[in-house]
């Protein structure tokens, strides 16, 4: 039977997991905002669902849970961040006061993290500097696991992107897409639920498009969005994520070797934009406008609404937590 619990709860439990298991107070403060983050608001495929991924990426000590990550005021408009092998999320955590001082400064700046895994969800990560008036674009790459369309083999990885847009006096406007058909943790899900994948979404290990998950996850791979418009940005997103982060490729990744580790070395980057410093100053009316335009033309549907109603819903009644997962929070010492 799932156990109901507050926000406030959930999110003492996954914490309290995690520094059983050698995390830094910072990383672990980060890291399950962002696991509660996800599961509150109905991202299932990057919530509790990733927690035995933390937990066996850190057993296999592939990933260092308290390294001494060092955050660089690079050059006026880039913070540059050694997450020393440890979790992107407490990176980010560190540099991001630096980042929004430099963003307010120079009306721009690129947050650039190496040496880290992400594992996770990036709406957690962008939409607080919507909250606090910035525009932010981020790209996380990992582990290759998306085909190209004339392609026998994968060499990105599922590379999502997102983006946070500040509205005044409402909740920000935040999307967040995989560059695949569907994200590798949905083919997970659909594979423990029974379910079969939507048309197109991957290929099992021979590269006859397959709609089995357990074929995509065993040797498979899967299928940009768009055919070759989501190669395309799957490939933007791997430049701009390990090339200038200076990070390993997805193909350089070497955690599928590794016993246990399922988070990828990898880089994140983020770009922060001050609308009130880039020449546009009537910005807050303008994005007004294009949502009524949205709006008059019938769009019912805008990215994050629905995440906004999960997370009212959870607010009121609390989060489902399942029996595995609340076994796993629980097996940490009180
Ligand atoms: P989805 O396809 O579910 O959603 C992508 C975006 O589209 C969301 O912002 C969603 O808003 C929006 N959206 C959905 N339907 C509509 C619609 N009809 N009209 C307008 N907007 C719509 O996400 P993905 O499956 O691509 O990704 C799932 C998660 O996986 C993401 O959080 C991503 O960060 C994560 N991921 C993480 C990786 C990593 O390396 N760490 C790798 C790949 C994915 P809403 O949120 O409201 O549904
Ligand atoms: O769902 O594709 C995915 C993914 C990769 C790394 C973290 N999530």
């Not at 700046?109 to 525009?135: K, N, T």
């Not at 004339?150 to 560059?179: C, E, H, I, K, Y």
């Not at 994948?197 to 397959?210: E, F, K, Q, T, Y």
């Not at 995509?216 to 430049?239: M, Q, R, T, W, Y």
């Amino acid at each position: 039977m799932p156990v109901n619990l507050s926000e406030e709860a959930l999110q003492q439990l996954v914490r309290r997991l995690l520094v059983a298991n050698g995390v830094d107070g910072i990383t672990a403060d980060a890291v399950a905002g962002s696991i509660v983050a996800a599961e509150r608001d109905g991202t299932l495929s990057h919530g509790l669902a990733r927690l035995p991924g933390f937990v066996s990426s850190l057993e296999s000590g592939w990933v260092t849970g308290s390294p001494e990550m060092i955050v660089t005021d690079q050059a006026p408009a880039v913070v540059r961040i050694d997450a020393a092998n440890g979790f992107a999320q407490g990176a980010l955590a560190r540099g991001r006061d630096m980042g929004i001082a430099k963003a307010r400064a120079n009306g721009i700046c690129a947050i650039s993290i190496h040496d880290s895994h992400h594992f996770g969800s990036l709406w957690p990560d962008v939409e607080p500097f919507a909250v606090q008036g910035l525009v932010c674009l981020a790209f996380v790459q990992s582990r290759s696991r998306i085909v190209a369309p004339s392609a026998s083999r994968a060499v990105l990885g599922t590379n999502p992107m997102a983006f946070a847009l500040p509205r005044a006096g409402r909740d920000p406007v935040v999307w967040d897409q995989a560059s695949s058909v569907l994200a590798h943790g949905d083919v997970i899900l659909a594979a423990k639920n029974g379910h079969t994948l939507p048309p197109d979404a991957g290929v099992d290990r021979s590269g006859h498009v397959s709609r089995d998950p357990a074929a995509v996850l065993d040797g498979g791979a899967l299928l940009p969005f768009g055919a070759h418009k989501g190669f395309l940005i799957a490939l933007l997103v791997e430049v701009l994520a390990a090339a200038l982060t200076g990070s390993r490729f997805g193909f350089e990744d070497e955690s599928a070797r590794i016993p246990g580790a399922v988070t990828s070395n990898a880089g994140q980057m983020l770009i922060l934009i001050d609308p009130s410093r880039a020449g546009a100053s009537d910005f807050a009316d303008r994005i007004e406008q294009l949502m009524h335009a949205l709006a008059d033309a019938g769009t019912t549907r805008m990215p994050g609404d629905r995440r906004y109603i999960n997370r009212a819903k959870a607010k009121a009644g609390g989060i489902a937590v399942g029996d595995a997962a609340m076994k796993l929070l629980q097996s940490s010492p009180h």
